[in-house]
């Protein structure tokens, strides 16, 4: 058995950036930028008004009330016609380009109209600058706005088609293929027979790398046969990761590292110090699509989910170019006593609140790596480390965060 951090340090170094794609900006939420986004333009391009209102020379508006010639009225998309001069102001709307001569906005709420002039009423002595947006003000052309290696948020988007860009460069997105083993496992919907079980893992894994950013090929369940299994890993040729569930173990049952081996698979490891994972395996095949790492996940649902977020999550975000790999660690006090630990790293199911000093984790009485419904209801797993002694309610943890 290998530790932890030495399987998640062997996984990392063994995962590169995908090459690049461009992808239209309708299509780029959630997707990982590889270059960074720069303005191709000034934005605004012009000095604007922030307001609906009258643009005027702030010298003219310092003692109330005051009166000015209306020259002209300019709208957003139009163009001044002509500076202003002295006891002079143009009606101006909300994003329309400040004319020269002009210094600051009066607020329409604080004026009256006068024919071909307008009164200004109230709101005080005009102040240089006030309500206009400079040239630039939002940012220069040529200013990185987003960095390389971000996951694209809505605002990123928005900030992109701001900074003139129709199409954005991202990360190719890691194809995943997914592979259930176990004579036992039938699809969600069917009726059971005795012995059998619902195979849930197949999409709790598709969605959780989609959910990562990756594109999941769900190849179904494999029975325990090595022919079986042979024909499905032959499917996975051409992607970038294979995630195979179930049969990790040392059973006669538990068939995936044998038949992986004998198809060339260079095993790196086998076996983590951890509960739930120990009996996680990752190697490298060589197949007609290229080198296929493979992450044999143990069948157990939570184990396998628990060790995807710890391990296929962040092969997964390097593959994307990601800044943050993850998985999110943070502090916690604990809500109850717990006992020592014995020799694995323990990731316990836990019931998350939060007060004004944090995050509380209390984890469940049960930590059976079958009981998906706990996990479902976790709002982190703490983390136990190999030989911990024993911890008082109220003591500070590290959690991995979920959801
Ligand atoms: N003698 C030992 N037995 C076991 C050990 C051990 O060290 N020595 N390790 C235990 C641990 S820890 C785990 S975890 C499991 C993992 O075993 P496998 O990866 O071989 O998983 P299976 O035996 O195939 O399945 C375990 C369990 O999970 C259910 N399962 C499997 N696939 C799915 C699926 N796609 N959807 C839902 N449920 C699934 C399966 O029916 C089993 O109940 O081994 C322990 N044994
Ligand atoms: O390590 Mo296994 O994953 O607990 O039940």
């Known amino acids: ?62 003692q109330l009330p005051v009166r000015l010639k209306v020259v002209e009225a300019i709208a957003a998309g139009t163009l001044p ?21 002009a210094d ?18 109230d709101g005080g002595p005009a102040i240089k600058g006030k309500h206009i947006r400079a040239t630039g003000n939002d940012f220069a052309q040529g200013q990185v706005g987003v960095a390389a290696g971000r996951r694209l948020t809505p605002s990123d988007i928005g900030l992109a088609a701001a900074m003139n860009w129709p199409w954005l460069t991202v990360t190719r997105q890691p194809r995943v293929a997914i592979i259930s083993t176990g004579n036992e496992l039938v699809q969600p919907g069917e009726t059971l027979a005795p012995g059998q079980i619902i195979a849930s893992n197949g999409f709790a894994l598709a969605a959780f790398v989609a959910q990562c950013g990756g ?16 024909d499905l890993i032959d499917r996975a040729a051409g992607a970038d990761l ?24 260079v095993l790196d490891f086998w076996k983590i110090a951890m509960r739930p994972g ?27 989910l628990v060790t995807a977020t710890l391990f296929v999550g962040p092969a997964i975000a390097r593959m994307l170019g990601e800044t943050d790999v993850g998985p999110r660690i943070v502090k916690a006090r604990l809500g109850i006593d717990l006992p020592a630990n014995d020799v694995r790293q323990d990731y316990l199911r836990s019931a998350v609140t939060e007060d004004a000093q944090g995050f509380i984790a209390t984890p469940f009485g049960k930590q059976d790596s079958a009981m998906l419904s706990a996990l479902s209801r976790s709002g982190g797993l703490v983390i136990r480390a190999p030989h911990a002694p024993a911890a008082k309610a109220g003591s500070e943890v590290e959690m991995v965060r979920l959801g």
Not at 81 to 101: D, K
């Open 215 to 230: 594109e999941a090929i769900n190849l179904g369940i494999a029975r325990d046969e090595e022919s079986s299994l042979a």
């Open 278 to 304: 120990k009996p996680l395996m990752f190697g490298t095949l060589g197949t007609a699509g290229g080198a296929l790492k493979v992450i044999g996940l143990p069948g157990n649902p939570v184990s396998a």
């Open 242 to 265: 294979l995630l195979t569930s179930g049969g990790a173990s040392v059973g006669e049952h538990d068939l995936v590292k044998g038949v992986l081996k004998a198809k060339g698979m």
């Open 1 to 62: 058995m290998i530790s932890v951090p030495d399987a998640t340090a062997r996984i990392l170094s063994a995962f590169a950036p995908l090459g690049p794609e461009i992808v239209a900006l309708d299509q780029a939420l959630g997707r990982v930028l590889s270059l960074p986004v720069t303005a191709r333009l000034d934005h605004p391009p012009q000095a604007v008004s922030a307001m609906d209102g009258y643009a005027v020379r702030s010298e003219d508006v310092q």
């Open 81 to 101: 016609a002509r500076a202003i001069g002295a006891g002079e102001a143009a009606r101006i709307f909300t994003g329309a380009a400040l004319p020269q001569g």
């Open 104 to 121: 600051a906005i009066v607020i329409q709420e604080n004026t009256e109209k006068d024919g071909d002039h307008v009164r200004i009423v």
